[in-house]
Structures are given as structure tokens and as C-alpha cells.
């Protein structure tokens, strides 16, 4: 309960931030925008937080190409599979988020905001056609943006890999 006394990570630098609150709200406007004008959901809740990591911290594991990607995808796949297999209630929900954490580990597609895609799933009832909209679709563009953008702004060169 005590911890083992390290010290917290230092804090990013402002230009870190600007940048990564500038990514942020370009790319959740844009998945706002084209939602509108192709009247369909392309953004859920869980983009916010990957957008947190493409842009926040673009440079470690879970915020790669694959992991935001499959991450989101196989826990669309998942959450759907146990909603219409087995049916809504609160014990198949907390498998469905389980076997999602267990198969992003087991494919190194860790990607933790895509833990949450389960319960998405779950809360909207949703039907199949969930894995390709909002879920491929939308992380497709937030992929393509983060590749524009980090790429642009940034010295480093983004992904570290695919």
C-alpha cells in the first residue's frame, strides 16, 4: 500500500503538451465533422483516450499503429461475439472484457483505451456492423492523422514500429 517510493515521471514540456492538446482536438473534431456529414457514428469514448496516447505519447508501445488498430478491433470482435452468443448481462460483459485484455496481450496489440470497446459494445446493444463503423473506420482515421500530424510537428519520426 506504500508503494516503493520511486519518484513520478517528470512532467512533459509545454510544447509537449500544446501538441498533444492540438492533435487531440483536431482529430476529435474531425471524426465529429465526418460523423456529421455521413450521418454515422464514428467516434466513442475510448477515442478520446487513444487520442491521449497517439498524441500525448506517441513514442511508447501501446500507442503504435497496430495496438490502436487491432486493439479496438479485437475488442469490437469480442464484446460482439459475447453480447449475441451469450446476451447482455454483467458477468458476460466482464468476460468479454477479459477475454479482450487476454487476447490484446497474447497479440501484442495492447492498446488500453481499447479495453473499454467491450463495454461500448455492451451499452449500445450493438449490432456486427460495429467493428467496421464506428470501430475500423474511426481508428483508421485517427491512424491517418496521427501519421500526417506527428510526422509534421515533431521531430521524431512516428510509429517506432507497425
Not at 18 to 23: C, K, R, V, Y
Not at 86 to 102: C, E, R, Y
Not at 121 to 141: D, H
Request: glycine share 8%; charged share 10%.
Amino acid at each position: 500500500m506504500k508503494g516503493d517510493g520511486a519518484a513520478p515521471p517528470p512532467r512533459p514540456s509545454l510544447q509537449a503538451v500544446g501538441l498533444a492538446f492540438t492533435g487531440c482536438v483536431l482529430v476529435v473534431a474531425l471524426l465529429s465533422k465526418l460523423s456529421d456529414q455521413i450521418g454515422t457514428v464514428l467516434l466513442i469514448g475510448s477515442f478520446g483516450a487513444s487520442s491521449l496516447l497517439v498524441f500525448g505519447y506517441p513514442d511508447a508501445p501501446f500507442s503504435q499503429p497496430r495496438n490502436l488498430v487491432f486493439g479496438h478491433v479485437i475488442g469490437a470482435f469480442i464484446g460482439i461475439t459475447f453480447l449475441h452468443l451469450f446476451g447482455d448481462n454483467w458477468l458476460i460483459l466482464a468476460l468479454a472484457l477479459g477475454t479482450t485484455v487476454a487476447a490484446m496481450m497474447l497479440t501484442h496489440t495492447v492498446h488500453p483505451p481499447a479495453s473499454s470497446t467491450p463495454v461500448v459494445v455492451f451499452a449500445l446493444k450493438s449490432s456486427w456492423m460495429f467493428i467496421f463503423l464506428p470501430t475500423l473506420v474511426g481508428t483508421l482515421t485517427i491512424l491517418f492523422f496521427a501519421l500526417i500530424y506527428n510526422n509534421t510537428v515533431r521531430q521524431e519520426r512516428w510509429p517506432k514500429h507497425w
